[in-house]
């Protein structure tokens, strides 16, 4: 047994345009872990038990979730930031706990790990509905092919698993947990103002700078939908990044009136920022979704059981508790996810 610890930045992640993470978040730098098997005993208590003679038991793998030999390895991968550090643990843990040995290889784009799924280099990764959907979309059909994304979860879900699976990948099932983009605007001008939804941003006729990804103007759920499905008056996109600090004391200030955010940054309330509700549907689905090889899978159903059992666990308060926890708190991601969970039954 080894003890061991991992040193992850805990910087907010969503600061960049998102073509490419669950739309194009520009993460840190690739990192690749081999995952240790994490035991229940403190560092103290490993001292003691390597003090001790061996006693002529099997010490070889009884410390797997199964009670017996390892499944086998598996890769996951998934792009480095807060959410997707955390979402790597939390998968690893409960497929360790099933009994495989995981190694974690976090990287910068979702066209890096999406080749080695493919390839079956990479055997599992936690993915967003419309995020996987869009990239594999314009994979097969080019970058100017018809949406097959929307805010339907059932309909994404059906035309985005028929897309993975000619792919060679195959999606689990979708926790409740979903991460969209969301817009944001101060708790003082939503109340001056009489706001609760995006409708009633645009109805009021106000004039409103926005800051968001760089690439928002044209994207049918930043600029172009805020003006052409809610009617808002946007006269400046400030390029700043999405979720980022920057962008929320640009709104904080006065500088801008909305700010593009997710829906599960757990640290808006702190910022003085309140969520405008998207009343007309205009963010597609972006529930959570394990991403598995399919030739992979095909002899490992011991991990799509224990993917879905996490997913059936998982919702968008949880997820963005954890945020928090790790962006706000500075808690590490491996020991928020084992606390979530322990919390929730599913390790054993």
Known sequence: MMVWSRHRSSTHHRQTPRPQGRDGRDPMNSTTLRRARRGAASLA??????????????????????????????????????????????????????????????????????????????????????????????????DTAEPVTSNNVEETVAAVGALAETAGVTLLEPAEATDQNAYAVTKDFADEHSLSTLSDLGASGLPVKLAA???????????????????????????????????????????????????????????GLVLLEDDKGLQPAQNLIPAVNTEWLADNEDA?????????????????????????????PTDVAQQFLEDEGLLG
Request: charged share 25%; glycine share 10%.
């Open 45 to 142: 208590a490993v001292v003691a038990l390597i003090a001790l003679p061996a006693c002529g038991g099997d010490d070889g793998d009884s410390d797997n979730g199964s009670g017996g030999e390892s499944k086998g390895s598996l890769t996951l991968s998934g792009q480095n930031f807060t959410e997707m550090q955390i979402l790597a643990e939390l998968y690893t843990q409960v497929l360790e706990n099933e009994g495989y040995d995981v190694t974690q290889k976090l990287v910068d784009t979702r066209d890096i790990y999406m080749a080695q799924l493919t390839d079956n280099n990479v055997q599992v990764v936690p993915e967003y509905l419309s995020g996987i959907g869009d990239f594999l979309n314009k994979q097969a059909n080019g």
């Open 213 to 271: 990804a760089p690439d928002c103007k044209d994207r049918q759920d930043c600029g172009k939908g805020l003006q052409e499905v809610y009617g808002i008056d946007l006269t400046e996109i400030l390029p700043l990044g999405f979720g980022s600090r920057e962008g929320k004391d640009a709104a904080t200030s006065g500088e801008v009136q909305l700010v593009q955010v997710a829906t599960t940054d757990g640290a808006l309330e702190d910022d």
């Open 304 to 332: 799509a059981s224990a993917l879905n059992a996490l997913s059936a666990k998982l919702t968008t308060d949880k997820l963005a508790d954890m945020n928090v926890a790790v962006d706000v708190d500075r808690e590490k």
